[in-house]
C-alpha cells in the first residue's frame, strides 16, 4: 500500500470542505477593534471535501480492528462492540441534549444514569455506584481518594498502599497521586498473592490493598476472603481493580468477598468500543460507608423525579465537568437490557470456555509459567522459543502476517518475553483456532526460520518502526519545509 | 429471542469442552470458593430485543424535552453545526473498533490521525507540542496544575476566579492529596481577572496561575499582561480555553507568552453529548516535554525506510514508570480526537475563520440588541468571544420561567456559582443560531421585562 500523506502535504491555498451558514446579522467591524487578532493561522490545511473522504477512507484501511478479526489483547477484553448500541447512543434525544439544562427537562438523561447505576451495583455486589470518572485510571483515582477521605474522617489517612506484583500499572500511578507510598507484594509459585507476606506486611500504616482479581495471570485469588479480611482486621480498606470483571459477571461479586470499593471499564465488561484509545468510562461502586464520600453531584429519586444534588459536604468533589462520559454509559446499558441476567452470565462463562480453549491447545508450544487455573485470559511466554533467539515481540510481530492482532506484550512483568491472550466470549470457534494454528505455526517458524519471525511483520503497511529514534529525536508535530 | 454475541453453536461448545478435558463450563470455575459465588441469577431485567431495546430508548430520549427548545445555554459545552463528513468517516468501524495503538504497524491510521491533530493544536495554540488529548477540559486544567508544579517544583497555584467552576472544583480535588494549595484570584468589575491581586497573591512558593480566555463569563483576557506578570516571578502561565473556535480569530496564547494551553476541544465537531464524552487537550513549548502528561504520537521510519507513526516518550508514563509516571492517564479521547481531526481539516484554514467570525458577529449582535432593551444591563462591557454576562432588573429565576414559556432557554444562571453575580444569566450565541432565533429573544427577554 502506498503511503497516505499528512494532510499538511494535500493543502492548497483556496480550497475548501466547508460548508458554513451565512452571516445573518449585520457586521460591525468595531467589535473587532479592541481585540488581541491573529493575521493568518499559519500551516492549517486547505483541502476539498473529496480529498478529506479519501484521506481518512485510506487512513482507516491502515488500521486493524474487532470488526476485522479477534484482538486477543490481555486484560483488555477487546469483546465485540454491538451495533444497536452504536445507533441508541447517537438518538438526537439522547446526545443532542445541553448538560446544563434543567433537571426537569433532562430527566430521560438522569434516567439512564440511575439506571446504570443500579444495575452496575447489583452485577459488583456493592451498593453506590458513580459514574463520573472517564476511564479506568480515573476510576482507580477516585476509588483511592474515597479511602483516603474515609480514613482521614476515622483520624488518620494512613501511609502506605500495598499493590500486588502483577497488578496493572496504573494502580501505583493512581496510589501515589493519593498521596500514598507503595509497597509490593510479591505473587507466589501459584501466581496468587502470598497471604503470608501480606500478613506480614499489613500494618497499621497501611490505608488499603489494591487488588485485581481475576489478576493479571488470569489466576482467580482463592483466598480473597482470607485477604479482605486480614485488610479489615487491621484497619484498612480493600480497592479492587475491576478491568478483569468480564471473568466474573453473573458468577460471583466484588462486593461477597469484601471488597470496599471496585472501579469498572465500561469499554471492557460491557462492550462499548475502544475507538482506538478512548473515550472510556470507569464507574466507581462502593459499599455503603463510602458513598459521602463519592464525587458530586450524586442522581437522586424524588417523588417529583430525578434531581442532581450538589450539596455533598463529605464528597471528594468533582474529577471532570459534568456528568461523566454520559453517551459511553447509555451503550452499556443498552448492553445489559440487551442480554438480561441469563446472557450477562454467558459473558463470563464463554469468556472462560475460550480462553480455556486456547491455553489447551497452545501448551505444548509455548511456557506456561504458573500452572494455575485460569479464567478469562492466560499468559503464556516465550521461553522455548528464546532458544531460537525468538522474544515474544518477534512472535507478535509475526501474528500481524497471519492477520491476527497480538496478544498484551511483556505484561505482566512477573512473567519474563510474557504474551498474554484474552479472546473475550464473541469469538467463533473458526477464528480461535485461526489464531491457534497461527501462534503453532510461528512455534515453528522459530525453530526452523527464525530470521522470518525477527524481521517481520512482513505483510503490513509499513514494517517494524523505529520506536527507539522516535523517542530519542521526537518530531511530534508537522512543520512546513523550510 | 433474546439477544446473544456469543458465536459459539452447542456442538462446538461441547467440542471445545472436550478439548479442555472437562463436561461442563461450571467445571471451569472450580478456582473460585462456593463461599463467594452467586447462588442465583443477577437482578436485571429479562433481556429486550432489537426493536424492543430501540423503543426503550426512544421513550427515554422523549422524556428529554430539551430539544423541544431554543437553547443559549454555552458556558463550557457549545452548539455548532457539525459537518456530515465528521458523523460518515468517524463511525467507520476501523476507526471505531480498534484498541490503543500499541502495535503501530497495524495501527497507522490511528497514528497518523493523532500526528494531524497535535499539529493542528499547536498551529491553533501557537505552542510547540501537544499530546494526543485528555478526558476532558476540566481534567486537563488539573493535570496542567500538576504539570507546572513538577516543572518548577512549587506547591501554590493561583486559580481565576472566572475559571470555569467545574475546572475549579476539578483542580481542589486533584490536588487535595498531594500537598498543593489554591488561591482563588478576584474577578474585576469589567469580569476580568484581577491583575493587582495577582501581583500579591504571587510568591517564591507560586508554581503557576490558571486562568481562562475566553473566560467562563465570555470576556477576553489580557493574556500578554497575565504571563508578563507571572514570568517576573519565575512562575508559569496556564491558560485554559474552553471555545477554542475562538483561536480562529484571537491571537494564539503561545504568542502572548503562555506556557501551558489547556482546555476542552468538544466544539470541534463533537455533539453536545450530555457533556461527555468531549475532548480535553493540552500543548505546550517544547522544554517541558518530559513532563507533559498523556499519550503522545511521534514520527518514525520502518525498516524500509518508509515513515510512520508511534505512540512515543513512553518513560512518562505509567505502564513503564509505575508511581513515578507524571500522571496515572492511561486512555485518551481517540475517536472524539478523530473527530476534531477531520471537523478542522474539512473547515480547513478559511473555514475556521469565517467560523469564528460568525459567532462573534452574531454573539455581537445579541449582545447589542438585548442590553438595547429597557431592564437588562450588560454586566461586564469589555470584550466578548460568543458568550457574554446579562444583568436584569428583575430575578433571572422569574425571566427565565417566563423564557421558558415562550419556549426558550435563555441562558446559564451565574448565581449557583457566582453569589456575587446572583439574578445574572450567561448567554451563548453561536452559528447554529439564526437571526430570527436571536430577535425571538428578545421579543420574549422583553415581554418578560414589561
Not at chain 2, 43 to 59: G, N, W
Amino acid at each position: 500500500m502506498i503511503a497516505e500523506p499528512l494532510i499538511f502535504e494535500l493543502s492548497g491555498v483556496g480550497k475548501t470542505a466547508c460548508k458554513l451558514p451565512k452571516l445573518d446579522v449585520p457586521v460591525r467591524e468595531e467589535i473587532l477593534e479592541e481585540l488581541p487578532l491573529r493575521e493568518d493561522i499559519p500551516g492549517f490545511p486547505e483541502v476539498s471535501e473529496i480529498e478529506v473522504v479519501r484521506h481518512f477512507t485510506r487512513l482507516s484501511q491502515y488500521n486493524y480492528c474487532i470488526d476485522l478479526g479477534m484482538y486477543p489483547l490481555g486484560s483488555c477484553t477487546m469483546k465485540y462492540n454491538p451495533k444497536i448500541n452504536e445507533k441508541i447512543a447517537s438518538l438526537p434525544g439522547l446526545a443532542a441534549v445541553h448538560p446544563g439544562a434543567p433537571p426537569d427537562l433532562i430527566q430521560g438523561n438522569l434516567a439512564i444514569l440511575s439506571m446504570l447505576e443500579e444495575f452496575l451495583a447489583e452485577i459488583t455486589g456493592m451498593d453506590d455506584v458513580s459514574l463520573q470518572p472517564s476511564a479506568g485510571a480515573q476510576g482507580e483515582l477516585v476509588g483511592m481518594m474515597l479511602i483516603r477521605a474515609a480514613l482521614e474522617e476515622r483520624g488518620d489517612p494512613r501511609r502506605l498502599v500495598l499493590i500486588p506484583d502483577s497488578a496493572h500499572g496504573t494502580n501505583p500511578s493512581s496510589a501515589h497521586i493519593c498521596g500514598y507510598r507503595v509497597q509490593e507484594v510479591k505473587s507466589n509459585a501459584a501466581g496468587m498473592v502470598d497471604l503470608e507476606d501480606l500478613d506480614r506486611m499489613m500494618t497499621e500504616e497501611v490505608a488499603a490493598v489494591m487488588i485485581t482479581n481475576p489478576n493479571t495471570l488470569g489466576v482467580f485469588e482463592e483466598d480473597i476472603c482470607r485477604i479482605t479480611k486480614v485488610v479489615h482486621d487491621r484497619g484498612g480498606m480493600v480497592y479492587m481493580d475491576g478491568a478483569n470483571m468480564n471473568a466474573l459477571v453473573g458468577i460471583c461479586r466484588p462486593g461477597d468477598m469484601g471488597v470496599d470499593v471496585i472501579h469498572l471499564n465500561l469499554h471492557k465488561t460491557f462492550s462499548t468500543p475502544h475507538g482506538g484509545g478512548g473515550p472510556g468510562s470507569g464507574p466507581v461502586a462502593v459499599k455503603r460507608m463510602l458513598e459521602p464520600y463519592l464525587p458530586a453531584p450524586r442522581i437522586e429519586k424524588e417523588s417529583s423525579g430525578y434531581v442532581l444534588n450538589h450539596d455533598r459536604p463529605k464528597s471528594i468533589g468533582r474529577v471532570r465537568a459534568f456528568y461523566g462520559n454520559f453517551l459511553v454509559t447509555v451503550k452499556a446499558l443498552a448492553y445489559i437490557l440487551s442480554l438480561g441476567p441469563h446472557g450477562l452470565k454467558e459473558i463470563a462463562e464463554i469468556a472462560v470456555l475460550n480462553s480455556n480453549y486456547i491455553r489447551k491447545s497452545l501448551e505444548e508450544d509455548y511456557h506456561l509459567k504458573y500452572a494455575s487455573p485460569t479464567l478469562h485470559e492466560c499468559v503464556f511466554s516465550d521461553k522455548f522459543q528464546k532458544q531460537y533467539g525468538v522474544s515474544n515481540i518477534d512472535i507478535a510481530k509475526r501474528l500481524i502476517d497471519y492477520d491476527v492482532h497480538p496478544p498484551t506484550m511483556s505484561f505482566p512483568l512477573i512473567v519474563p518475553g510474557a504474551l498474554m491472550i484474552e479472546p473475550t466470549e464473541t469469538e467463533s470457534k473458526e477464528d480461535l483456532d485461526r489464531f491457534i494454528d497461527a501462534m503453532r505455526a510461528i512455534n515453528r517458524e522459530a525453530r526452523e526460520n527464525p530470521d522470518l519471525l525477527k524481521s517481520a511483520p512482513h505483510n503490513s503497511n509499513v514494517r517494524r518502526l523505529d520506536e527507539t529514534s522516535a523517542a530519542r529525536n521526537p518530531i511530534l508535530r508537522w512543520q512546513p519545509e523550510k | 429471542m433474546p439477544m446473544s454475541y456469543i458465536s459459539l453453536s452447542d456442538k462446538e461448545k461441547k467440542a471445545m469442552l472436550d478439548a479442555v478435558g472437562i463436561a461442563s463450563v461450571g467445571e471451569l470455575f472450580r478456582s473460585i470458593p462456593e463461599g463467594v459465588r452467586l447462588d442465583r441469577a443477577l437482578s436485571v431485567p429479562e433481556p429486550l430485543s432489537e426493536p424492543e431495546l430501540t423503543s426503550h430508548f426512544e421513550k427515554l430520549a422523549n422524556h428529554n424535552r430539551y430539544s423541544d427548545f431554543l437553547s443559549f445555554l454555552g458556558g463550557g459545552i457549545y452548539p455548532h453545526f457539525i459537518p456530515a463528513l465528521v458523523d460518515y468517516l468517524a463511525s467507520r468501524g476501523e476507526f471505531v473498533s480498534p484498541y490503543t495503538p500499541y502495535q503501530p504497524e497495524v495501527s497507522q491510521g490511528t497514528l497518523q490521525a493523532i500526528f494531524e491533530f497535535q499539529t493542528l493544536i499547536c498551529q491553533l495554540t501557537g505552542m510547540d507540542i501537544s499530546n494526543a488529548s485528555l478526558y476532558d477540559g476540566a481534567s486537563g486544567a488539573a493535570e496542567a496544575v500538576l504539570m507546572a508544579s513538577r516543572i518548577n517544583r512549587k506547591t501554590k497555584i493561583l486559580v481565576a476566579r472566572s475559571l470555569h467552576p467545574h475546572y475549579r472544583q476539578t483542580i481542589a480535588t486533584y490536588i487535595r492529596n498531594l500537598g498543593l494549595t489554591a488561591r482563588e484570584m478576584k474577578v474585576t468589575p469589567a469580569g476580568t481577572l484581577d491583575l493587582e491581586d495577582l501581583e500579591s497573591g504571587l510568591d517564591e512558593d507560586t508554581t503557576a496561575v490558571i486562568f481562562q480566555s475566553p473566560n467562563y463569563f465570555g470576556v477576553i483576557e489580557d493574556v500578554a499582561a497575565i504571563s508578563e506578570i507571572m514570568h517576573r516571578h519565575q512562575a508559569l502561565s496556564i491558560a485554559v480555553v474552553t471555545e477554542p473556535v475562538s483561536l480562529g480569530l484571537l491571537q494564539p496564547p503561545g504568542l502572548q507568552g503562555v506556557d501551558i494551553v489547556t482546555g476542552e476541544a468538544q466544539s470541534f465537531g463533537i455533539p453536545l453529548s450530555f457533556g461527555g464524552p468531549v475532548l480535553g487537550f493540552m500543548a505546550c513549548k517544547n522544554e517541558f516535554i518530559r513532563q507533559l502528561p498523556g499519550r503522545i504520537a511521534g514520527q518514525t521510519r520502518d525498516v524500509d525506510g518508509k515513515r510512520g507513526f508511534v505512540l512515543t516518550l513512553s518513560t512518562r508514563e505509567q505502564h513503564i514508570r509505575r508511581e513515578r509516571a507524571t500522571s496515572n492517564i492511561c486512555t485518551n479521547q481517540a475517536l472524539c480526537l478523530l473527530r476534531a481531526t477531520i471537523y478542522l481539516e474539512t473547515l480547513g484554514r478559511n473555514g475556521l475563520r469565517s467560523l469564528a467570525h460568525i459567532n462573534m458577529q452574531k454573539a455581537g449582535y445579541a449582545r447589542q440588541l438585548l442590553t438595547g432593551l429597557e431592564g437588562v444591563r450588560d454586566v461586564f462591557g469589555g470584550p466578548v468571544f460568543n458568550e457574554f454576562v446579562l444583568g436584569f432588573d428583575r430575578p433571572w429565576e422569574e425571566i427565565a420561567a417566563e423564557l421558558r414559556d415562550a419556549g426558550i432557554l435563555g441562558g446559564l444562571a451565574l448565581g449557583p456559582d457566582y453569589p456575587e453575580w446572583a439574578g445574572c444569566a450567561l448567554m451563548c450565541v453561536t452559528e447554529t443560531h439564526g437571526k430570527d432565533d436571536i430577535d425571538r429573544l428578545a421579543a420574549a427577554l422583553k415581554e418578560a421585562l414589561s
